[in-house]
């Protein structure tokens, strides 16, 4: 049974930050790639930030460019996602997935098709 176990959710104010941390098998980081997506309620799951195993290349999607980053820490098997400057519409739950040996992950990182493994998810609130 393949285990990704995301945590560093919470209930912040707008503007505040808050880092999630997505821990994988050892297997995993020889993966093609991570990734996070989010998803409020009523809502469909929405792809937010990928990573790729080899040269670091990251992806995001535009209305968290410039606010979210995705890193890893292969030593500790640990995908991150650094939030900043949370708005409200930021609210949802937070969801790690990974591509293990995927020879089509570049074609389908922002979809989730592009992916195997799903975490059971953090959430994060933004309220004022």
């Known amino acids: 049974q393949v285990e990704l176990v995301e945590s560093g959710g919470g209930l912040v104010q707008p503007g505040e930050s808050l880092r999630l941390s997505c821990t994988a098998p050892?297997?995993?980081?020889?993966?093609?790639?991570m990734g996070w997506y989010r998803q409020a309620p009523g809502t469909e799951r929405q792809f937010v930030a990928a990573?790729?195993?080899?040269?670091?290349?990251?992806r995001y999607a535009g209305s968290v460019k410039d606010r979210f980053t995705i890193s890893r820490d292969n030593a500790k098997n640990t995908v991150f996602l650094q939030v900043n400057s949370l708005k409200f519409e930021d609210t949802a739950v937070y969801y790690c997935?990974?591509?293990?040996?995927?020879?089509?992950?570049?074609?389908?990182?922002?979809?989730?098709?592009?992916?195997?493994?799903w975490g059971q998810g953090t959430q994060v609130t933004v309220s004022s």
């Open positions: 997935a990974a591509a293990p040996n995927r020879a089509d992950f570049n074609g389908y990182y922002y979809e989730q098709r592009g992916y195997d493994y």
């Open positions: 990573m790729w195993s080899s040269g670091g290349k990251t």
């Open positions: 050892e297997s995993f980081f020889r993966a093609n790639g």
